[in-house]
């Protein structure tokens, strides 16, 4: 049975459109990525081989971050900027992984919010940057280390100021 358009958009919009939303920050942007990628998918269809279709498809996925970043300018809000503002506790924690991520280096960040996001299999990333398996799994793990540290840094920071305040 041939696959179309249509099953590809059933199987891999929302995993996209999440993958998008984690690397951009935007809903509107991540939106408009995941319809430009779908507009792609049909243009490419042609070239679709069905053994490898989550790979082909966050490939295409991966180079539109890497476009949409190129063209950005940095304008990044920081977790102390969201405090200043008043903002929840749900969305400190958003801000606070969204910097975190912001320090990795685009490749291992990439490749974490693919793993994480999408669930491709490290076969299948490595298919997606050009890599091999352990390639990933080592760059994957990296990121995990990465920002596990970066997260732990900031919460003890966060965690000292607190109790300075009140004590």
């Not at 490749?107 to 491709?120: H, I, K, N, P, Q």
């Not at 076969?123 to 398996?133: I, K, R, Y």
Request: hydrophobic fraction near 35%; aromatic fraction near 8%.
């Amino acid at each position: 049975m041939e696959t179309t358009a249509t099953d590809l958009f059933e199987r891999y919009h929302v995993p996209a459109y999440r993958y998008f939303l984690r690397a951009t920050g935007s809903q509107d942007v991540a939106q408009d990525l995941t319809q430009e990628l779908f507009l792609r998918v049909l243009r490419g269809l042609k070239t679709y081989k069905p053994e490898r279709e989550g790979g082909w498809l966050f490939r295409i996925a991966r180079n539109l971050v890497l476009d949409y970043r190129r063209r950005q300018l940095p304008r990044h809000v920081g977790l102390a900027d969201a405090r200043r503002l008043g903002t929840e506790a749900t969305q400190l924690v958003a801000f606070g992984l969204s910097e975190a991520l912001s320090l990795l280096s685009e490749s291992d960040r990439d490749l974490f919010l693919l793993r994480e996001v999408t669930g491709l299999n490290y076969a299948e990333l490595a298919g997606v940057c050009d890599t091999t398996p352990e390639n990933v799994r080592s760059r994957v793990c990296r990121a995990r280390c990465r920002l596990k540290e970066l997260l732990s840094a900031r919460l003890s920071v966060d965690e000292n100021k607190r109790r300075n305040e009140d004590g």
